[in-house]
């Protein structure tokens, strides 16, 4: 299948009717078409699959609006509007036109569901044209819908077809691409069909035959029913495989979470001693303050009473050269010392009373006393307060400092803990040792319905020569048993052919993914394509493989790697062809659309990619936006290309906000303002 | 099965009437393949009268 040309009419984004040709050689097999975001790259890859088979991919949104905005919008009420991809191609020698499209009839300004319906037209070497009766079972039979995964897809999203569960529906596929699944299916098919012809000679074969013949029904009987024991025995192993490979994951995460968990609870322990500590310091100092902190104001006080005093003592005030109470006692007794009568307002009387004044008190002179004595200690209390203080603040430091670095420890501990969500180390080895169990008992199972197949072939093969040396008169048994005879021998072939091509299949797939991985990556991993098409990574580490974890962006070389490898065998075995006899010359090719086709991956791996990408497959269209398309994309794939084209937006958004893009030295338009919304196709060559 | 055998010679071990209904099998099994649910017996019955009338 080659791709000659896409038209879209009011489809999605792409107003009015666009078309862009797609034809491609063998030299220069590469369409690229920029688009800005949003501007319909992933449309235009899901108008291929619309076309095809009626169906877009899930990230479509909106999938009810299929008819441009714009025109929808401005359609009266009442009228009609035409939505439809047309899709040229050339397929085995023969031209196809297909045509899906839609009317829709505006009854109000949701767009209301839509039939679509599908034409496709042949047009044979000799010009001949013609309408197909049977279009979508056409189409299916040229690339089957499964199949299409491999083709069509997003670059993005494309490592699903290698991440863990995807296996049995790809490899389904991969049969059917490699010519595996009509094998199996016809070894299938022909037990039941020997049934059916060898009815004729149970029926007039004579008593041997039918008897040699009913054994051979009977254990054609068991057979069946062993190969369906050994499909449910093989689902089962699978799945137990399954969930001891995510029992072991947990395990494995159980082990590396342990040590931080250990830490965590460590560090959690001290910090709280951290704290306590912390407290405890606060608290003494807190007291301390309460108890002592009048002390630390006391320096000045001290000074200035001792020289005070000091003052006093100068004067002779201190100790006081007469007390108060003597001379009271005095001027009360109303006589001098000195016999001198004291009355009242005399001279003498006043003299005395005068002297009163000058006396001191006694009670000063005790408190003084008391007060000096204190001086000296009350100095020394407050160097003690000033050491308790300092070291008290050195401590809350110390333990502030403490509590800060074990809080952000634990912080990052608890980050580090916070996805593993983990049952019990115990729970989750006994569950491993139950699944080993129960992995064994399926193992022995199953070889014990392999064995069990391989006798009843075996007596099978001696039952049916034993009925070909029956005697048998009958011309119709006869000539069952000869049918029979050419079924059982075409069966056996089938199941050798099968065998044979499974072996080379996988054996050529993983060559060829080896050596495409390779030519991207700079990783020294490798893949590998075990014999149930389960896809591995591995790195050699002195000698011993070790399966690596797959990143998103290596998911999405070794989906390409798949892909290229897929299609490059598909094309091979066709024109090496044999039981099916020779193939057309462009048997097993296919071309591959693909949306967003470098993902995320760096600089380096896009010009990786984009080499690869050249030789991958006969014919390409590459949908890229700016961001990931210039630079080193643009200058691998360029020499290849046969088609460059823009997506160019139009936007009714206000403001600046035209862009160009410049290929090949040349400004060209990427998204300009306009009327409405829609994109255009436009060739640039 | 021995490793060393291929396709072909599987094919040319065959007699002409063998060889033509696993072609024939095979073509009617390919053409079908996106229906899941067929039945090819009575196809594969009419090939089998058709090589041995």
């Known amino acids: ?127 001949s044209s013609e309408v197909s009766h049977a279009p979508q079972e056409t189409i299916l039979s040229i690339l089957p819908v499964g199949v299409s995964r491999f083709f069509f897809f997003n670059g993005e999203r494309i490592e699903n077809l290698v991440k863990k569960g995807a296996y049995a529906e790809v490899q389904k596929d991969i049969k059917v691409l490699l010519d595996l699944e009509q ?290 008169t009958d011309e119709l048994a006869n000539k069952a048993r000869s049918r029979s005879d050419l079924v059982t021998s075409v069966k056996r072939a089938l199941e050798e052919i099968l065998a044979i091509r499974e072996e080379d299949m996988r054996l050529r797939l993983d060559a060829e993914l080896k050596a495409v991985f390779k030519s991207i990556t700079h990783q020294a991993h490798v893949p590998t394509l075990s014999e149930g098409f389960e896809l591995t990574l591995y790195k050699n580490v002195n000698g011993v493989e070790l399966s690596v974890p797959k990143s998103t962006g290596e998911n999405q070389i070794l989906s390409l790697s798949f892909v290229a490898a897929v299609s490059k065998l598909a094309r091979e075995i066709r024109q090496e062809r044999r039981a099916e006899g020779a193939g057309a010359e462009d048997a097993g090719t296919f071309p591959i659309v693909m949306d967003a086709a470098f993902g995320s991956l760096d600089q380096d791996y896009q010009e990786a990619v984009s080499r690869a990408l050249a030789k991958m497959a006969p014919q390409l269209v590459v949908l890229v936006s700016k961001s990931q398309g210039l630079g080193r994309v643009v200058t691998e794939l360029l020499p290849y290309v046969s088609h460059l084209g823009v997506i160019e937006t139009h936007t009714t958004a206000a403001g600046q906000v035209a862009d160009d893009i410049e290929l090949e030295g040349i400004s060209y338009p990427y998204i300009r303002s306009g009327e409405t919304d829609h994109s255009e196709l436009k060739v640039i060559k | 099965m021995s490793q060393s055998r291929n396709e072909k010679q599987v094919l040319e071990e065959l007699s002409d009437e063998q060889r033509a209904l696993l072609k024939r099998v095979l073509e009617i099994e390919r053409a079908k393949l996106h229906i899941t649910a067929y039945d090819a017996t009575d196809d594969l019955v009419a090939a089998v009268k058709e090589i041995l009338p």
């Open chain 1, 1 to 127: 299948m080659k791709l000659q040309s896409i038209m879209l009419t009011n489809f999605r984004q792409f107003k009015g009717s666009q078309t862009f040709d797609l034809t491609s050689d063998k030299l220069k097999p590469v369409t690229l078409l920029f688009g800005a975001n949003g501007a319909g790259k992933t449309t235009l890859l899901n108008a291929f699959t619309w076309g095809l088979y009626g169906n877009m991919s899930e990230d479509v949104e909106q999938q009810d609006r299929m008819v441009t905005d714009s025109s929808w919008r401005a359609l009266p009420v009442g009228d009609s509007i035409e939505v439809a991809v047309e899709v040229r191609f050339d397929h085995e020698g023969q031209d196809y036109r297909l045509l899906r499209s839609a009317t829709l009839r505006k009854e109000s300004d949701a767009q209301g569901p839509m039939a679509a319906q599908l034409q496709l037209w042949t047009t044979k070497t000799d010009g």
């Open chain 1, 183 to 472: 094998v199996e299916r016809a070894i299938a098919h022909l037990p039941k069909v020997n049934r059916r012809l060898t009815d004729d000679l149970k029926k007039h074969g004579g008593a041997t035959a039918s008897a040699i013949q009913d054994s051979i029904d009977s254990l054609t009987d068991q057979q069946a029913k062993a190969k369906d024991d050994l499909k449910v025995v093989e689902a089962n192993l699978a799945e137990l495989d399954e969930e001891r490979s995510r029992t072991e994951d947990l395990l494995r995460q159980h082990a590396e979470a342990a040590p931080i968990q250990a830490e965590r609870d460590a560090v959690t322990k001290e910090l709280d001693e951290a704290r306590a500590a912390r407290d405890t310091a606060l608290n003494e100092r807190k007291l301390l303050v309460a108890t002592r902190g009048f002390q630390a104001f006391t320096d000045t006080l001290g000074e200035a009473t001792k020289t005070m005093a000091e003052t006093l003592y100068q004067k002779g005030a201190l100790p006081a050269p007469l007390k108060r109470e003597f001379v009271d006692k005095l001027l009360d007794e109303g006589a001098c010392i000195c016999g001198t009568p004291l009355a009242e307002h005399t001279e003498s009387w006043e003299h005395v009373k005068e002297w009163r004044q000058r006396a001191g008190l006694q009670a000063v002179e005790t408190a003084w006393q008391r007060v000096s004595g204190q001086i000296a200690p009350l100095a020394d209390a407050r160097e003690g307060l000033r050491e308790s203080l300092a070291n008290l603040m050195n401590r809350i430091g110390i333990e502030r400092e403490r509590v800060a670095r074990l809080e952000a420890r634990k912080s990052e501990l608890d980050g580090k803990l916070k996805d593993n969500r983990l049952e019990g180390v115990q729970n989750l080895e006994t569950k491993r040792m139950d699944l080993e169990g129960r992995i064994a008992v399926k193992n022995q199972r199953k070889g014990a319905i392999e064995t069990e197949l391989l006798n009843v072939a075996k007596e099978i093969e001696q039952k049916t020569k034993e009925r070909s040396r029956a005697q048998v």
